[in-house]
């Protein structure tokens, strides 16, 4: 009833009604009945502004506006997309979790992909796979191996703001016709014309186009549609239906791009609310998609980007860092990230169990490594695999350790008495093994004396 009013004061009506789900009256004008999931029918309805056909009711899903103020997260779905081969955007990836597509990603360099942060800031890396050149996001024999994840220093969960971040794979993508990177959009130019926004999202339920359901393990309520598809739309200086987040007492934060139109103006519109689907405009990425109110509701009002034109110094600049590193720098980490991997696996398939046996905490001391060097360098915060180990227990260590290599970095003190100066890296009297370590990942106790006299790192 609550919800029933509010939309009757925001569409101008001025009547009440008594409005139950599958039933109730229809004293109230016929689109607020359409509102309210009434069994309603919409015949002579006459108004100035309809909201919405009859004929299209069935098109839409029945439900509210979040609460006021609340930053909504987009449901996944597609509206009257159309079905593209990703050779029409080969900059489009899929991010997979546990080998289930998981978010939408864009390439932008031969081993760099650029996506949100929301879905992916307490996402264990050890679970994320990129897959690349494939209109299919239940296909792929490739599965790139995320080494880094870098989240925006400013990136804030509850606002979404700096809702930006940047996966590092290992090994470096070979460009063919189904697999490219694309350039950003310069920072002055202003942003007009036709836009494509694609990615893959919820199955339209409508019964028009074909749908292929898959079902994930994260999203179980959202039936995944694997074919690739994208929707165009007209960017214009001003939007005045990005007002309609200014009556809800949401604000749209600096960094953010709203684009599109609302539902009062095309019933019927085509729209995308995939997380991390790029919104491309004259071949080049002007945002990707961060967080709105709903797609193919009945009262959608634009969507909104975060902006890669407000982050093209952030992305510039680190871009620049991870081309100053090879493979042979990753390949420590990448080995680790694989043998953990192998790890975790067999622990959880070994039909009888090994002894259980105290890893001692001596060896759970962050060892600082070359590529740390210039992991510090980055702007944001850089995850990896020893983020996620021990129970997390390494990641504080490695922050406070970050955060005195950049102090270090920026007064310009050398490595060796950085390393003096990090109050954190505190050894004990029996020295701890390094990360990358067989001996460290296998949790095999050895003396310190045999451990040093070894090879093996």
Same mark, same amino acid.
Not at 113 to 125: E, M, Q, R, W
Not at 303 to 316: D, E, M
């Given at each position: ?42 015949? =002579? ?46 900059? $489009? ?14 390439? $932008? ?23 690349? *050149? ?5 296909? *792929? ?18 606002? #979404?703001?700096? =809702? ?17 990177? $694309? ?26 186009? #074909?749908?292929?359901?898959?079902? %994930? ?26 007002? *309609? ?43 990707? #998609? ?48 694989? %043998? ?100 460290? #990942?296998? =949790? ?14």
């Amino acid at each position: 009833m609550r919800l029933c009013q509010e939309l009757f004061e925001l569409y101008g009506s001025k009547k009440r009604m008594d409005c139950r789900p599958g039933g109730g009256s229809c004293e109230a004008e016929p689109q607020a009945s359409v509102l309210c999931g009434a069994k309603c029918f919409c015949e =002579d309805a006459k108004w100035a502004n309809p909201l919405i056909d009859c004929s299209n009711e069935s098109l839409f899903e029945v439900t509210g506006y979040p609460l006021t103020g609340d930053i909504p997260l987009l449901n996944r779905k597609i509206f009257r997309g159309t079905r593209v081969n990703i050779r029409e955007h080969p900059y $489009i990836v899929s991010i997979r979790r546990n080998s289930g597509h998981y978010l939408t990603g864009t390439l $932008i360099t031969k081993n760099l992909v650029l996506t949100v942060a929301h879905p992916i800031i307490h996402v264990p890396i050890q679970e994320l796979r990129v897959v690349a *050149g494939e209109s299919y996001c239940d296909r *792929g024999t490739s599965l790139l191996t995320v080494l880094i994840i870098l989240i925006n220093e400013n990136f804030d969960p509850f606002t #979404l703001v700096a =809702d930006i971040a940047m996966l590092r794979f290992y090994e470096d993508i070979v460009f063919r016709s189904s697999v490219k990177s $694309i350039s950003l959009v310069m920072p002055q130019m202003t942003l007009s014309g036709t836009a494509f926004v694609t990615g893959w999202g919820r199955c339209d339920l409508t019964g028009n186009e #074909l749908c292929l359901p898959r079902a %994930s393990q994260y999203y179980p309520d959202e039936i995944i549609d694997p074919m690739l598809r994208s929707i165009s739309l007209t960017i214009t200086p001003e939007n005045y239906y990005c007002e *309609g987040y200014k009556r809800h007492e949401t604000n749209i934060g600096v960094g953010m791009k709203c684009v599109g139109v609302a539902r009062e103006e095309i019933s019927v519109c085509p729209c995308l609310g995939v997380p991390g689907a790029p919104l491309v405009v004259n071949a080049k990425l002007a945002g990707i #998609l961060s967080w709105g109110f709903g797609c193919g509701y009945l009262h959608d009002l634009p969507l909104i980007y975060t902006s890669t034109q407000h982050y093209t110094s952030w992305i510039a600049q680190n871009v620049l860092i991870f081309r100053r590193l090879n493979k042979d720098d990753f390949k420590p980490l990448f080995q680790a990230t694989k %043998s953990y991997v192998v790890l975790d696996w067999l622990s959880r398939t070994r039909v009888s169990m090994p002894i259980p046996h105290d890893h001692a905490n001596i060896f759970k001391e962050f060892q600082l490594v070359k590529l740390d060097e210039e992991l510090a360098k980055l702007q944001g915060i850089p995850y990896d695999i020893r983020d996620f180990m021990y129970d997390a227990e390494l990641h504080d260590k490695k922050l406070s350790l970050f955060k005195d290599m950049k102090k270090a970095i920026m007064e310009n003190i050398t490595r060796v008495e950085a390393i003096k100066n990090i109050s954190k890296l505190v050894l004990t009297r029996i020295k701890p093994r390094p990360f990358f370590s067989n001996k460290s #990942l296998l =949790d095999i106790t050895v003396a310190y004396e045999d451990y040093e006299n070894s090879d093996d790192d």
